[in-house]
């Protein structure tokens, strides 16, 4: 394990009776990067979270988490974790600082640190307001606020989140990955999932996962750049046929995806020409966009990001 490694994961696989739900999966993770594992239902990116958090034991491979051991040294680890779970953990019939003072003691934090540490917390998180108030009475937005206080109040080295922007608007979502950065750069390492495409775009280093497999990894901008050009989607009534018509014309990939003809290609806008001039009663409709993860996802995977199985 590299010293500068939070995470280490080696051929890990995991299984739900005869169903792979993560398949030999390695990589490794950096100390105080932000992390996303991205992918739709169904993936394996919340049992591999579950693993992590050491809620479910690892079946297979071999996992290190700042240095432990995750099969012999889960207490350790766990008390240098700070989880946040995509399901509420907050009790809405007591306060914000009755929740926080709660965590503290499972801590077993002072008084004291409680006192000092939910103070600090709820000004980060702008909830210095709040602290009396019942959790019941919060947004959907500060409650989520709430639980990264909890999460982060026995100040740990490694915070992990599952589906941390469920139920949050907009403004709530940016303001959560505001403080994110803000933890990041007190040294803190964040790995977290994600089914949002536009919220990975945010990490430093994404890792695409597709039926329980790692489909890419890299930094965002390494991932779209990787598809090779602009992406260019046609519809038509026979796209297997118009696949092939165009490798045979034009020599260059043409897949079908979901049912529409895609392919990747510098200048994208001079080839809708081409295309529409060669197969004018074929094309229905082209359109022409720049790589995005969905593109990455589709390029690796060959699937449609929406329509991955469950």
């Given at each position: 394990?590299?010293?500068?490694?939070?995470?280490?994961?080696?051929?890990?696989?995991h299984?739900?009776g005869e169903?792979v739900a993560?398949d030999e999966?390695s990589l490794?993770?950096d100390?105080g990067?932000?992390?996303?594992f991205?992918?739709p239902n169904?993936?394996?990116?919340t049992?591999l979270?579950?693993?992590?958090s050491t809620?479910?034991p690892?079946?297979a491979?071999?996992?290190k988490?700042l240095g432990?051991d995750?099969?012999?040294?889960v207490n350790s680890?766990r008390?240098?974790?700070?989880v946040?779970?995509?399901a509420?953990?907050?009790?809405?019939?007591?306060?914000?600082?009755?929740?926080?003072t709660?965590?503290?003691?499972l801590?077993?934090l002072s008084?004291g640190e409680?006192?000092?540490?939910?103070?600090?917390m709820?000004?980060a998180?702008?909830l210095?307001?709040?602290?009396s108030d019942?959790?019941e009475?919060?947004?959907?937005?500060m409650?989520?606020?709430?639980?990264?206080?909890k999460?982060m109040?026995?100040?740990?080295r490694l915070?992990?989140l599952?589906?941390?922007?469920?139920?949050?608007d907009?403004?709530?979502r940016a303001?959560?990955?505001?403080y994110?950065?803000q933890?990041?750069e007190?040294?803190?390492?964040?790995?977290?999932?994600?089914?949002?495409?536009?919220e990975a775009?945010?990490?430093?280093?994404i890792?695409?996962?597709?039926?329980?497999?790692l489909?890419?990894?890299?930094t965002?901008?390494?991932?779209?750049?990787s598809?090779?050009g602009d992406?260019?989607?046609?519809?038509?009534?026979?796209?297997d046929?118009?696949?092939?018509?165009?490798?045979d014309q034009?020599a260059?990939e043409?897949n079908v995806v979901?049912?529409?003809?895609?392919?990747?290609?510098?200048?994208?806008?001079q080839?809708?020409?081409r295309?529409?001039?060669?197969?004018?009663v074929?094309?229905?409709t082209?359109?022409?966009g720049?790589?995005?993860?969905e593109?990455v996802?589709?390029?690796?995977?060959?699937h449609?990001y929406l329509?991955?199985?469950e």
């Amino acid at each position: 394990m590299s010293a500068d490694s939070a995470i280490v994961v080696s051929e890990v696989t995991h299984h739900y009776g005869e169903r792979v739900a993560v398949d030999e999966l390695s990589l490794s993770i950096d100390e105080g990067e932000i992390f996303v594992f991205l992918g739709p239902n169904g993936s394996g990116k919340t049992t591999l979270f579950r693993v992590l958090s050491t809620l479910i034991p690892l079946q297979a491979g071999d996992v290190k988490v700042l240095g432990h051991d995750l099969r012999g040294a889960v207490n350790s680890i766990r008390s240098q974790l700070g989880v946040v779970f995509q399901a509420p953990s907050l009790d809405k019939k007591l306060t914000v600082a009755e929740n926080l003072t709660h965590q503290g003691r499972l801590y077993g934090l002072s008084s004291g640190e409680i006192k000092n540490r939910s103070q600090a917390m709820l000004s980060a998180l702008g909830l210095s307001d709040r602290n009396s108030d019942l959790t019941e009475s919060l947004s959907g937005g500060m409650r989520r606020r709430v639980e990264l206080a909890k999460g982060m109040l026995h100040q740990p080295r490694l915070l992990l989140l599952d589906e941390p922007s469920t139920g949050l608007d907009p403004g709530a979502r940016a303001d959560m990955w505001k403080y994110l950065h803000q933890v990041r750069e007190e040294g803190v390492t964040i790995v977290l999932t994600t089914h949002l495409l536009e919220e990975a775009e945010r990490a430093d280093r994404i890792a695409i996962m597709h039926q329980g497999k790692l489909a890419a990894l890299d930094t965002p901008a390494a991932l779209q750049a990787s598809v090779g050009g602009d992406s260019i989607t046609i519809r038509t009534d026979c796209p297997d046929q118009l696949a092939s018509n165009i490798r045979d014309q034009f020599a260059c990939e043409a897949n079908v995806v979901d049912g529409t003809v895609r392919l990747e290609q510098p200048d994208g806008h001079q080839w809708i020409s081409r295309l529409v001039e060669a197969f004018p009663v074929e094309i229905q409709t082209v359109t022409l966009g720049k790589p995005t993860l969905e593109d990455v996802f589709i390029a690796r995977t060959g699937h449609q990001y929406l329509s991955s199985e469950e």
